[in-house]
């Protein structure tokens, strides 16, 4: 049994990953943005794990939500370690390009819009760009990481194309559902995400849009 639960979920991300990487391709051209191989296959990672709704969505005191950038910056700041503080800056770059990409319009509402976002994104990856060229080990995610911080906000709109066919598996549902219950208050949402496992609290929307 616990084989084949194992099996089904390679197979599940083998298909998201298929799924995000032709959605990817398909929208970079459709839309003239050039990228690199690397930083594509950086991209279809982030989407594919993503899509997964605990890869995204963190416990707290509140519940599961998805941490606010702010505190995710914290966290690089008081890193202990250069690889600590790198950890939490490719977390809040890719929350921040995955959000401001797939949650646009949930964005467009809330007090800090998608340009707050772009900014603390785009400047995660400028950053590691910079740290990670130091180190030969580093040098190949650093050209990727520039790409990112360069076109960050080309890559949002892309993003907000592939997030427009998104509706390839349960999780991405809930993400859907997340987006709804930020944007409206939607208690058949709520309902729909406490089935999930998702417990959405009174604060977390507040707690998103900082």
């Given at each position: 049994m616990?084989t084949?639960?194992?099996?089904?979920q390679l197979?599940?991300?083998t298909?998201l990953?298929?799924y995000?990487?032709?959605?990817?391709s398909?929208a970079?051209?459709n839309?003239?943005?050039?990228a690199?191989?690397?930083?594509i296959?950086y991209v279809v990672?982030?989407?594919?794990?993503f899509a997964?709704?605990?890869?995204?969505f963190?416990h707290?005191p509140d519940g599961?939500?998805?941490?606010?950038l702010a505190?995710?910056?914290?966290?690089?700041?008081?890193?202990k370690?250069?690889d600590?503080?790198?950890?939490?800056?490719?977390?809040?770059?890719?929350?921040?390009l995955f959000?401001?990409?797939?949650?646009s319009?949930?964005?467009n509402?809330?007090v800090?819009?998608v340009?707050?976002?772009?900014?603390?994104?785009?400047?995660?990856y400028s950053y590691l760009?910079?740290?990670?060229r130091a180190?030969n080990?580093?040098?190949a995610m650093?050209?990727?990481?520039?790409?990112?911080?360069?076109?960050?906000?080309?890559f949002v709109d892309?993003?907000?194309?592939?997030?427009?066919g998104?509706?390839c598996s349960?999780d991405?549902d809930v993400?859907r559902?997340?987006e709804?219950?930020?944007?409206?208050?939607?208690?058949?949402a709520?309902e729909?995400?406490?089935?999930?496992g998702?417990?959405?609290?009174?604060?977390a929307?507040?707690?998103f849009r900082?």
């Amino acid at each position: 049994m616990a084989t084949n639960t194992r099996d089904e979920q390679l197979i599940t991300e083998t298909s998201l990953q298929e799924y995000f990487q032709t959605s990817l391709s398909d929208a970079l051209e459709n839309q003239k943005v050039k990228a690199g191989a690397d930083t594509i296959h950086y991209v279809v990672g982030l989407l594919t794990s993503f899509a997964r709704a605990e890869k995204l969505f963190d416990h707290t005191p509140d519940g599961m939500m998805i941490r606010p950038l702010a505190l995710v910056y914290a966290d690089a700041v008081e890193g202990k370690t250069v690889d600590e503080r790198n950890r939490a800056l490719r977390r809040l770059g890719d929350v921040a390009l995955f959000i401001s990409g797939i949650f646009s319009q949930s964005l467009n509402r809330c007090v800090v819009d998608v340009d707050y976002y772009v900014s603390m994104g785009g400047s995660a990856y400028s950053y590691l760009s910079d740290t990670m060229r130091a180190t030969n080990r580093g040098r190949a995610m650093s050209g990727i990481y520039d790409e990112l911080a360069s076109k960050f906000v080309a890559f949002v709109d892309v993003l907000g194309e592939v997030s427009e066919g998104a509706n390839c598996s349960n999780d991405i549902d809930v993400l859907r559902q997340y987006e709804i219950w930020l944007r409206t208050g939607s208690t058949r949402a709520a309902e729909r995400l406490r089935a999930a496992g998702i417990h959405p609290s009174t604060n977390a929307s507040s707690r998103f849009r900082h």
